[in-house]
């Protein structure tokens, strides 16, 4: 009877796994082009690669509704890739083999970017990151990766100059998440371009994504000889509200300055009123007013589609990239993987809502402006819109 | 001597290898290959994990320390010299000068671990109980820490990358094999007998003379050498991994699937990571939204998770020494009619 049941078991999920090999391959439809968009909806990087996903959503909506590309209507093809390399790999040969998607967009970190880059650059399909901002990206994966925001240099550079000429900050203390790419990275840039701006690194400390206690970093700041102007703090977004709030209770009222990883809901509703006179770098001001009539339209436009305020950047990101996406098809006047690529790669000054991409040269990471987002007791103001005037080697 | 069964059980493998790696690439797609190889590696790393935890009772939670080490040995001799250059260029001249095939990177790895499993197990195998859990999870620690630390051989926390993807259904069903044939022979042999008097009664097991420390450091050492082993398949197969891979998450998936299986049984492990890779990918799909034409369910994304928690749960209720228990689904089973009592053919 044991036995029974337990062949039962295996049968069923035996049937169920060949189901759903065979419902991801289910009927193509020949009028509409498929886009891959594997997005990590579960796991730590939800809060960015959630909203970007449903920003990619109201773009590929608004290009349907108004008659598609060429005839075509545009179809995304969702995997949540819950945050885990083995996930995105398998995704990454649903989408290729299954699905056979001519393109893809997805990921908001180098991680998840890296992971899954290979095997698109192996297929000659073309990838879009919306939110992955390694600059070493497209050198790293190859020829088909794009990325449709700015690097970390540009940001950091960006944050840079914020710090020496608006808050004009000489002395930062720099503390960084040292078990990300990105947050390594982007400490890096900061430390190269501040330095060369004038400005001096007078203390650094690290600390792990997920850490909990902050004190050992807060005592060690507070001990410091030397007392920073300012903080720059290279923090994921899971973390961040909590560092500020620990920050601000035991009594360090400099400002904190960081790149895009601040973007995030939990930046207010985790750090609450400490949040106050934190700056971050990011891609766009969201807000009704204040910012672009597009984003405004955006902002309105997402609030009707999902009953929230776009809870970030990156879900304009998001949007962009599908509209990247959907010019270059457009161009190209075929679903051919080599000419979609030949013509994202020939994109010049295309209209997006988080600033112009171009792809200069070769280059397959556009040349954007930085917005600099400040916190003015529970709500953000639009500090500056910067383009750095000297820029780190990626 | 050699009764047919045993030659079978040494045969059988060999005919799956062929048989797999021969038909799969033709028979399903490149996804179906992936879910395939992913298992096979799961299934060496569990399989090791049980050695140690299932047959020998010293409950370890380090063992995707040796994962990593060994993913990052691997990954440190194969990768090519190019990207050597330009992602480590910091490597000591002896290391940095030349670059390992797949098969011998892999072994490199395999030993490395060994090697560290004795260091590590010297002392922590004289600890029983929870101690020895929550001493192997400081080592598993330890290792996060170092690989972060160690930037000039490990990149640190940023993603070590341009590893050969080499890992292939053959090599992965090819080493699978070799595991579950070394450790058959192992545990079921007249010294693996030790692991399991070891594990049922410290004490009695003593008094006949069987010394505890290096009963249980042996299965250390062999598990950590198949946890290097599959740290490397892992590595190639990525392609690109940090540290945080290999952490608390990854710790729990193979435990989880290790006690689901059932942790004193090789055939367990492997049934473990079957029905936990399976169950998990097909959750995967089904929480995308189906559509059956009349009515659709909308995508839920964290459903899987959610059901896969809950058949935990069941599972650990229903059948609390996971599927298989101690039971082994042997060849001999396929001769006898009826079942011979477990202590005649383990």
Not at chain 1, 307 to 331: M, S
Not at chain 2, 315 to 320: G, K
Request: charged fraction near 15%; charge should be neutral.
């Amino acid at each position: 009877m044991k036995r029974t049941g337990l062949f039962g078991c295996g049968a069923l999920l035996a049937a169920s796994f060949g189901l759903a090999l065979t419902a991801g391959s289910g009927v193509a439809e020949a009028d509409s082009i498929k886009i891959g968009a594997p997005f990590n909806v579960t796991g730590s990087l939800s809060s960015l690669d959630a909203p970007a996903l449903n920003g990619a959503k109201l773009k590929a909506k608004e290009i349907n509704a108004a008659g598609g590309i060429n005839g075509k209507t545009i179809d995304l093809v969702v995997y949540d890739t819950k945050t885990d390399p083995t996930v995105i790999a398998s995704v990454a040969s649903q989408l290729l083999n299954s699905d056979k998607v001519p393109v893809a967009m997805g990921f908001t970190d180098s991680d998840s970017a890296l992971a899954l880059g290979p095997i698109f650059q192996q297929a000659g399909v073309p990838f879009v990151t919306p939110g992955a901002t390694s600059p070493k990206l497209p050198e790293q994966v190859g020829t088909d990766m794009f990325l449709a925001c700015f690097g970390d240099n540009v940001q950091a550079a960006a944050g840079a100059e914020f710090v020496l000429n608006k808050l004009n900050g000489k002395n930062v203390y720099l503390l960084r998440d040292n078990s990300t790419e990105y947050t390594t990275l982007l400490a890096k840039y900061f430390d190269e371009a501040f330095t060369k701006g004038g400005g001096a690194i007078v203390g650094r400390d690290d600390y792990k994504s997920g850490d909990k206690s902050f004190t050992a970093q807060i005592t060690k700041l507070k001990a410091s000889a030397q007392k920073p102007d300012v903080l720059y703090i290279a923090a994921m977004p899971d973390d961040i509200g909590l560092v500020v709030k620990q920050m601000r209770q035991a009594g360090v009222t400099q400002p904190i300055v960081g790149g895009d990883g601040y973007d995030t809901p939990l930046l207010l509703s985790v750090g609450g009123k400490a949040a106050n006179d934190v700056y971050y770098s990011t891609h766009a001001f969201m807000a009704p007013t204040g910012s672009t009539d597009a984003i405004a339209k955006f902002y309105t436009d997402y609030k009707a589609a999902y009953g929230t305020e776009p809870e970030n950047a990156f879900a304009a990101l998001g949007y962009d990239t599908v509209g990247l996406i959907a010019d270059a098809i457009k161009r190209a006047g075929s679903e051919d993987p080599a000419k979609i690529r030949d013509a994202l790669a020939a994109t010049k000054g295309y209209p997006g809502i988080t600033g112009s991409i171009t792809y200069p040269g070769d280059s397959r990471v556009p040349q954007k402006t930085v917005t600099m987002i400040g916190v003015k007791g529970d709500h953000l103001t639009l500090g500056a819109e910067v383009t750095p005037s000297w820029l780190p080697a990626p | 001597m050699i009764r047919p069964a045993a030659l079978l059980s040494l045969l059988a493998p060999l005919v799956l290898v062929a048989v797999v790696t021969a038909a799969a690439p033709r028979l399903v797609n490149d996804y179906a290959v992936r879910v395939l190889i992913v298992m096979c590696i799961n299934a060496v790393l569990v399989a090791s994990m049980g050695v140690a935890n299932g047959f020998t009772g010293v409950f370890s939670l380090g063992h995707v320390g040796f994962v990593a080490v060994g993913a990052y040995a691997s990954g440190i001799l194969s990768l090519p010299l190019a990207a050597k250059h330009a992602y480590l260029s910091d490597l000591p001249h002896w290391l940095g000068s030349f670059s390992l095939p797949f098969l011998p990177a892999t072994i490199v790895a395999g030993l490395v671990c060994t090697a560290l499993a004795f260091v590590v197990g010297a002392p922590l195998m004289r600890l029983s109980g929870y101690f020895v859990s929550v001493a192997t999870l400081g080592f598993l620690i330890i290792v996060n820490v170092i690989l972060i630390n160690a930037v000039d051989y490990t990149r640190g926390a940023r993603t070590f990358t341009s590893v050969p993807r080499e890992t292939t259904l053959p090599w992965a069903v090819g080493w699978l094999a070799v595991t579950l044939l070394v450790l058959s022979r192992i545990v079921y042999s007249p010294y693996g007998r030790r692991y399991r008097a070891v594990r049922e009664d410290t004490i009695a097991a003593q008094a006949i003379g069987i010394s505890v420390l290096p009963t249980r450091l042996s299965a250390f050492m062999v598990g950590a050498f198949f946890a290097g082993v599959g740290g490397s398949l892992y590595g190639h197969y990525l392609g690109s991994f940090s540290p945080a891979s290999f952490y608390m998450a990854y710790t729990f998936s193979l435990i989880s699937m290790l006690v689901i299986g059932g942790m004193q049984s090789l055939t367990g492990a492997v049934a473990g990571v079957i029905v936990v890779t399976l169950a998990s990918e097909v959750l995967r799909n089904l929480e995308r939204g189906i559509d059956f034409g009349a009515f659709s369910v909308p995508p839920l994304y964290g459903a899987s998770q959610i059901v896969l928690g809950i058949i935990f749960i069941l599972v650990m209720i229903f059948r609390p020494s996971g599927i298989m228990g101690d039971r082994e689904l042997t060849p001999g089973l396929l001769y006898s009619r009826k079942r011979r009592p477990p202590e005649e053919y383990l």
